[in-house]
T-cell receptor, first 114, second 112 residues
């Protein structure tokens, strides 16, 4: 499967714990985007990264949330000290370039906070 | 017919009918638009895209129409099939870096 791979598919955390969500882009894609989706809503942009660089993090809360896309390995979205309001589906997308190419999405990580 | 449900607008059609899903966008500077299909428990799946220098684009069984004057986008699905049942989102590019702004979505229900 050469698509965008996300893991885990489901993640359960207690309030105050840390959540780490991973995303491996499609082969040949160097642009990664993270989105959050609440039930029955559209996706909301969080952060856009290229290898080793954050290009746009305007949609990501300034506290507790961070993202990286290292030279080697998957992109990571990290949420520290999770709260109930962090419960959502988190989707990763990738594209080969940034000049209006369609983004291809993974199947998401469903995060539940107890 | 089309109705507004508690959360998502829903379009119910019979198998074999043509479906039209509409989307209004807000940013007149948007220059790239995409339609995605999302099935339950899955990520958005790319259907078709269109750039602002076009007003119509066709794919297999799908057509996207863009009316920049009224900032309106539509997705037409010909000969709708039960497998087309899903939530459909339009998305627009509002920045040069291809970060997408998604609409609220329309649920399409296809009855056999």
């Amino acid at each position: 499967n050469a698509g965008v791979m996300q893991n885990p598919r489901h993640l359960v955390r207690r309030r105050g714990q840390e959540a780490r969500l991973r995303c491996s882009p499609m082969k040949g894609h160097s642009h990664v985007y993270w989105y959050r989706q609440l039930p029955e809503e559209g996706l909301k942009f969080m952060v856009y990264l290229q290898k080793e660089n954050i290009i746009d993090e305007s949609g990501m809360p300034k506290e507790r949330f961070s993202a990286e896309f290292p030279k080697e390995g998957p992109s990571i979205l990290r949420i520290q000290q999770v709260v109930r309001g962090d419960s959502a589906a988190y989707f990763c997308a990738s594209s080969p370039r940034d000049d209006n190419q369609p983004q291809h999405f993974g199947d998401g990580t469903r995060l539940s906070i107890l | 017919g089309e109705s507004v449900g508690l959360h998502l607008p829903t379009l119910s059609v019979q198998e074999g009918d043509n479906s039209i899903i509409n989307c209004a966008y807000s940013n007149s500077a948007s220059d790239y638009f995409i339609w995605y299909k999302q099935e339950s428990g899955k990520g958005p799946q790319f259907i078709i895209d269109i750039r602002s220098n076009m007003d119509k684009r066709q794919g297999q069984r799908v057509t996207v129409l863009l009316n920049k004057t009224v900032k309106h986008l539509s997705l037409q699905i010909a000969a709708t099939q039960p497998g087309d049942s899903a939530v459909y989102f339009c998305a627009e590019n509002t920045k040069g870096y291809s970060t997408l702004t998604f609409g609220k979505g329309t649920m399409l229900l296809v009855s056999p």
